[in-house]
Protein backbone atom coordinates (compact mmCIF):
# COMPACT_ATOMS: atom_id res chain seq x y z
CA UNK A 1 0.00 0.00 0.00
CA UNK A 2 1.24 3.66 -0.82
CA UNK A 3 0.77 6.18 1.49
CA UNK A 4 1.82 10.06 1.79
CA UNK A 5 3.47 11.60 4.33
CA UNK A 6 2.91 15.44 5.10
CA UNK A 7 5.79 17.82 5.71
CA UNK A 8 5.58 17.76 9.17
CA UNK A 9 5.76 14.32 9.71
CA UNK A 10 8.83 13.97 7.23
CA UNK A 11 11.13 16.44 9.00
CA UNK A 12 10.65 14.49 12.26
CA UNK A 13 10.78 10.55 10.49
CA UNK A 14 13.97 11.97 8.62
CA UNK A 15 15.61 13.94 11.89
CA UNK A 16 14.80 10.97 14.34
CA UNK A 17 12.58 13.18 16.32
CA UNK A 18 10.51 11.92 18.99
CA UNK A 19 7.25 13.40 18.51
CA UNK A 20 6.47 11.03 15.63
CA UNK A 21 4.43 8.97 16.87
CA UNK A 22 5.35 5.20 16.94
CA UNK A 23 2.86 3.82 14.72
CA UNK A 24 3.83 6.39 12.10
CA UNK A 25 7.22 5.26 12.21
CA UNK A 26 6.49 1.93 11.61
CA UNK A 27 4.15 2.66 8.27
CA UNK A 28 7.13 4.38 7.21
CA UNK A 29 9.15 2.04 7.90
CA UNK A 30 7.39 -1.27 6.56
CA UNK A 31 8.90 -2.56 3.21
CA UNK A 32 5.64 -3.12 1.70
CA UNK A 33 4.74 0.81 2.00
CA UNK A 34 5.50 2.79 -0.72
CA UNK A 35 6.06 6.67 0.60
CA UNK A 36 5.01 9.80 -1.47
CA UNK A 37 6.38 13.21 -0.63
CA UNK A 38 4.64 15.99 -2.09
CA UNK A 39 6.64 18.51 -3.72
CA UNK A 40 4.47 21.24 -1.58
CA UNK A 41 6.55 19.53 1.86
CA UNK A 42 9.80 20.76 -0.65
CA UNK A 43 8.16 24.06 -1.25
CA UNK A 44 7.41 24.70 2.23
CA UNK A 45 10.70 23.46 3.72
CA UNK A 46 12.63 25.64 1.26
CA UNK A 47 10.91 28.72 2.39
CA UNK A 48 11.58 28.27 6.01
CA UNK A 49 15.09 27.90 5.29
CA UNK A 50 15.29 30.82 3.05
CA UNK A 51 13.61 32.92 5.82
CA UNK A 52 15.69 31.85 8.15
CA UNK A 53 13.09 29.68 9.96
CA UNK A 54 14.58 26.32 9.19
CA UNK A 55 18.47 25.03 8.68
CA UNK A 56 19.97 22.40 6.86
CA UNK A 57 23.41 20.82 7.71
CA UNK A 58 24.00 20.64 3.94
CA UNK A 59 22.90 22.14 0.96
CA UNK A 60 19.09 22.11 -0.01
CA UNK A 61 19.34 19.84 -3.13
CA UNK A 62 22.25 17.55 -1.72
CA UNK A 63 20.27 17.09 1.46
CA UNK A 64 16.61 15.95 -0.35
CA UNK A 65 18.29 13.81 -3.10
CA UNK A 66 20.23 11.92 -0.33
CA UNK A 67 17.26 11.77 1.78
CA UNK A 68 14.58 10.47 -0.90
CA UNK A 69 17.15 8.29 -1.84
CA UNK A 70 18.33 6.70 1.49
CA UNK A 71 14.55 6.36 2.84
CA UNK A 72 13.74 4.91 -0.91
CA UNK A 73 10.77 7.95 -0.49
CA UNK A 74 9.50 8.56 -4.11
CA UNK A 75 7.93 12.59 -5.09
CA UNK A 76 4.41 12.40 -5.75
CA UNK A 77 4.25 14.67 -8.73
CA UNK A 78 1.45 17.14 -9.04
CA UNK A 79 -1.22 16.86 -11.10
CA UNK A 80 -4.20 18.67 -13.11
CA UNK A 81 -6.67 16.13 -10.89
CA UNK A 82 -4.45 17.13 -7.76
CA UNK A 83 -4.56 20.66 -8.38
CA UNK A 84 -8.22 20.64 -9.20
CA UNK A 85 -9.08 18.72 -6.22
CA UNK A 86 -7.66 21.41 -4.00
CA UNK A 87 -9.86 23.88 -6.04
CA UNK A 88 -13.19 22.24 -4.24
CA UNK A 89 -11.89 21.51 -1.18
CA UNK A 90 -13.65 22.93 1.36
CA UNK A 91 -11.73 25.48 4.00
CA UNK A 92 -11.68 23.54 6.69
CA UNK A 93 -7.70 23.42 6.88
CA UNK A 94 -6.11 27.13 5.40
CA UNK A 95 -2.21 26.32 4.85
CA UNK A 96 -1.44 25.98 0.98
CA UNK A 97 0.73 23.14 1.41
CA UNK A 98 -1.32 20.85 3.33
CA UNK A 99 -3.87 21.23 1.46
CA UNK A 100 -2.36 19.97 -1.49
CA UNK A 101 -1.15 17.08 0.21
CA UNK A 102 -4.70 16.39 1.63
CA UNK A 103 -6.10 16.82 -2.13
CA UNK A 104 -3.03 14.43 -3.68
CA UNK A 105 -4.10 11.38 -0.91
CA UNK A 106 -7.73 12.03 -1.98
CA UNK A 107 -6.84 12.04 -5.48
CA UNK A 108 -4.59 8.70 -5.29
CA UNK A 109 -6.85 6.88 -2.35
CA UNK A 110 -3.59 6.88 0.06
CA UNK A 111 -3.37 6.99 3.85
CA UNK A 112 -1.80 10.41 4.76
CA UNK A 113 0.93 10.49 7.70
CA UNK A 114 0.19 13.69 9.63
CA UNK A 115 0.02 14.45 13.26
CA UNK A 116 -2.37 17.43 12.18
CA UNK A 117 -6.19 16.62 13.06
CA UNK A 118 -7.85 19.18 10.96
CA UNK A 119 -6.84 16.11 8.49
CA UNK A 120 -9.25 14.38 9.46
CA UNK A 121 -12.38 16.86 8.52
CA UNK A 122 -11.42 15.61 5.02
CA UNK A 123 -12.25 12.15 3.79
CA UNK A 124 -8.45 10.94 4.22
CA UNK A 125 -7.21 7.84 6.26
CA UNK A 126 -4.82 9.54 8.62
CA UNK A 127 -2.23 7.77 10.19
CA UNK A 128 -0.55 8.53 13.46
Sequence with gaps: MSIIIDTQALLWFLLDDPRLSEKARIRIETESDQVFVSPASLWEVAIKVSLGKY????????????????????????????????????????????RLIIAQALVEDFPVVSIDEMFDKYDVSRIW
Excluded at 61 to 70: G, V
Design 55 to 98: YLPIAFEEFWQSQLFINSFAILQISIDHTGKVAILPFHHRDPFD
